[in-house]
């Protein structure tokens, strides 16, 4: 069900900047309001977001909440046991960000630090060989992200 409301939401985002030039400010305000209590809801529907997010103030001000906790969500899971999905959001959520924020050059170091964070916790998960099916299942959603990407940029099928 919610998958389908990420769906729903990035269309109407879409069609709110594309015909109307307006930011969803309701969208913004749950995305910060719930980055840390319901952090896999607001960066589920974050990374929904495919299309391109030209209002900086609606960008930074999520930016702003959510990069704190995906940065922490970022840290490598530590047992098998545990539920993981936070960690793949939280690294989708990442790849989502730094697409979002190289719109805007004054962000370029929160770029460069997001992507060293990807790096640096999937480099320790394949280390310490915690799960390796934990990776393989971020780059699937990342496959999937990308792909929607390109269908919105008109480069892919």
Not at 5 to 32: P, S, T
Not at 106 to 112: G, I, L, N, R, T
Not at 113 to 133: C, H, Q, T, W, Y
Request: glycine residues 4%.
């Amino acid at each position: 069900m919610f998958r389908v409301l990420g769906k729903v939401v990035n269309h109407v985002v879409c069609e709110m900047f594309k015909h109307q030039d307006i930011a969803w400010d309701g969208l913004r305000d749950y995305i910060v309001s719930q980055s840390k209590t319901k952090f896999q809801r607001a960066v589920y529907i974050f990374q929904c977001l495919t299309t391109p997010l030209e209002d900086d103030e609606f960008v930074i001000h999520v930016m702003e909440n959510l990069l704190p906790e995906i940065r922490i969500r970022l840290n490598p899971p530590r047992d098998l046991l545990v539920d993981n999905s936070c960690w793949v959001l939280a690294f989708t959520g990442a790849f989502c960000a730094t697409i979002h924020l190289r719109e805007f050059p004054s962000q370029a170091e929160s770029v460069k630090e997001i992507a060293n964070k990807m790096i640096d916790s999937v480099r320790e998960l394949v280390e310490i060989g915690i799960e390796v099916g934990l990776v393989r299942r971020a780059f699937r959603d990342l496959e999937n992200i990308v792909k929607n990407l390109n269908k919105w940029n008109g480069t892919g099928s």
